[in-house]
């Protein structure tokens, strides 16, 4: 009877789940027109040492993914921000990020933010950017605008044990950037 009522509660959440809509396919041969490497870099909140553990196994998922294709990979390695960040240190993800040869590059920044207790919370999200630049309207003074595009994001939050969460977030999260890489490559 238990089992009953559970399937029929759960019913409902598994029918809307099977039928959500799914997300846009992206065009990477557009998206990838131009680029000439890639560039991942690490920015983290947390000076715990997991991140920078984390932050490993998501720049070698990277490079691996992209290591058939014919672009290079740069890993500009590991800045700190806010709280995490030592005072003669550089603080600065643009400044990191721009540690590379490349004139147009896709970048892949891993932001790592988590607690410091025995059973952690830790946020990681790899966001796949591209930078660009948009003129103003026609007549007008102001100048040019320029940021990032974001054109992908894969994210996971958890808690749980120190010993095995962060290596079990930093392989959730590398597990799912070889596929979105996989997809670029084949899109190019």
Known sequence: MKRLLTALLLAPIALSLAHSPTRAETDWKTVMAGIDGIVVY??????????????GTIAAAVSEGFGKS???????????????????????????????????????????????????????????????????????????????????????????????LPAFIAANIAKRTKALIGEIVAGM
């Open 42 to 55: 690490c920015r983290s909140t947390t000076r715990e040492k997991y991140a920078a553990k984390i932050c």
């Open 70 to 164: 014919p672009l290079s990979v740069t890993d500009a390695g590991m800045v700190y921000t806010g709280a995490a960040a030592g005072k003669d240190e550089n603080s600065d993800p643009l400044k990191t990020r721009s540690a590379h040869s490349f004139a147009n590059p896709l970048f892949m920044r891993v932001h790592i933010k988590g607690t410091d207790d025995n059973n952690p919370a830790i946020y990681v999200g790899l966001r796949t950017m591209i930078a660009f630049e948009a003129a103003t309207n026609s007549g007008s003074d102001l100048p040019g605008k320029a940021g990032d595009l974001v054109i992908e994001e894969v994210e996971a939050v958890a808690n749980g044990p120190k010993s095995k």
